[in-house]
């Protein structure tokens, strides 16, 4: 079989399809693993009560059931949810939309590719464009997404200090240069994997930057506002007519139902329900079906702010003690957990690379993300992407309590051994 240029960009060895691989594997082997890598939401006993009674809502009503099981959704996705939405948008953060700026795709991870395909690479006028990541690290999941062989450029961010260990990433207006190949901004807030909120007024200098050069910013709130909101205290929602923001079900509870959704002016919905359409015919109903539920049942944007949150807020503030607890006096910082479930641990002049202290982790029943496929775009050489690590804390707070004894227990020895 001989695999076409990106046949082999996206069969072959793409770090997050190798790390995936091998954290499913180690745990095929070993169950008993302290699972502290992936993403996958905590389970949430309210919260799945909500999504088993919104489900049950779907299956009782035959108006509602036959569609979901039987009929294929319009490219932009079902109408009736579009509207929905639309309308709860507008009450809750006093967007001006409607349906015609909502497009439907299965998971926010496939909206990338379409998003992130349609605004960089070759154009037709020769110029192949770029999508300026303004501050690494970022999800790790975009870094491979791209037809065209390196479609990110990235920016390393300024680190302010703060008291007790933490510190936090800011972007670094100074070294921002937006070139003129670019199609695209793009930004995670909250961030996968640091948990950082980009300030507010960072998200309006980069907003204005953005307008001033034609250039849509690409905003992933998979963890953020409107829903699923697992924030810390809590962030204001943000759109305007040049921002693409894409929302996901999946932190909300939902990672099965594969359903993500773009909020946009109605030109780029336009472009991307077309380009979702030749990819992959229609959206899932079954996400959309069960959003429509909790929207009518008033839910949708009531789970984030008064279960979700409030419950990884306790995750949060647990694993950071005990993780303050088991690194002390270690050269080590940690990333202020402002949103989303990670912690972000830089061991400053760690002995070995984060990659190498992954394996030695799964050794002894531990695992994690190592660092350094947090950096999509980033050329420049810089020791911190192979310093750093991210533990979820989705899991019971014991569980991640041995996890943290058994990582300082770890890096102790590396740094006593020199
Ligand atoms: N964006 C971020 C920041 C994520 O962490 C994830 C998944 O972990 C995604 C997007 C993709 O999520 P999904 O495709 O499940 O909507």
């Not at 905003?219 to 829903?227: M, N």
């Not at 002390?328 to 990659?355: C, D, K, N, T």
Request: glycine letters at 10%; charged letters at 20%.
């Amino acid at each position: 079989m001989k695999l076409s240029r990106f046949g082999e960009k996206v069969a072959g060895d793409a770090g997050i399809v190798t790390l995936m691989d091998d954290l499913g594997e180690a745990l095929r082997v070993n169950p008993e693993m302290i699972f502290m890598g992936g993403g996958n939401p905590a389970s949430i006993p309210e919260v799945e009560a909500s999504l088993s009674s919104a489900l049950q809502g779907v299956m009782d009503d035959p108006g509602v059931r036959r569609p979901m099981l039987g009929v294929y959704q319009p490219p932009q996705g079902d109408p009736e949810f579009l509207d929905s939405l639309a309308g709860e948008l507008r009450r809750t953060c006093g967007w001006p939309v409607t349906r015609e700026n909502l497009a439907v795709a299965n998971g926010s991870q496939s909206a990338f590719f379409v998003l992130f395909n349609l605004l960089a690479g070759e154009g037709s006028d020769g110029v192949y464009r770029k999508v300026q990541l303004p501050l690494v690290p970022e999800y790790l999941g975009y870094a491979d997404v791209g037809l065209a062989p390196s479609l990110f450029r990235a920016n390393r961010p300024a680190i302010e200090w703060l008291p007790e260990g933490l510190f936090k990433y800011h972007i670094d207006f100074e070294r921002l240069t937006l070139d003129d190949d670019l199609g695209a901004l793009c930004l995670s807030r909250p961030t996968n994997p640091t948990g950082n909120l980009v300030t507010e007024d960072e998200l309006n200098h980069l907003d204005a930057l953005a307008r001033a050069r034609d250039l849509p910013l690409i905003l992933d709130v998979a963890y953020g506002a409107p829903f699923p909101d697992i924030v810390y205290p809590s962030m204001r929602p943000f759109w305007n007519d040049n921002t693409i923001l894409v929302l996901s079900l999946s932190k909300l509870g939902l990672p099965g139902a594969r359903t993500g959704i773009v909020v946009a002016r109605p030109e780029i919905i336009q472009a991307f329900a077309r380009a979702n359409t030749v990819l992959s015919l229609a959206s899932g109903n079954l996400g959309p079906a069960l959003a429509q539920q909790l929207l009518v049942r008033g839910e949708l944007f009531r789970l984030g702010p008064e279960v979700i949150r409030p419950f990884y807020h306790q995750r949060m503030q647990s694993a950071l003690a005990v993780f303050q607890r088991e690194l002390a006096g270690l050269p080590v910082r940690i990333h202020r957990p402002e949103g989303a479930f990670f912690l972000w641990l830089w061991f400053e002049g760690l002995p070995i690379s984060s990659m190498a202290l992954y394996e030695r982790l799964k050794a002894r029943g531990v695992l994690v993300v190592p660092g350094e496929h947090f950096f999509p775009g980033l050329e420049e050489p810089w020791g911190h992407r192979q310093e750093c690590l991210r533990v979820t804390y989705c899991q019971a707070p014991e569980r991640v309590a041995e996890g943290a004894k058994i990582l300082g227990d770890e890096v102790r020895r590396l740094y006593s051994d020199g």
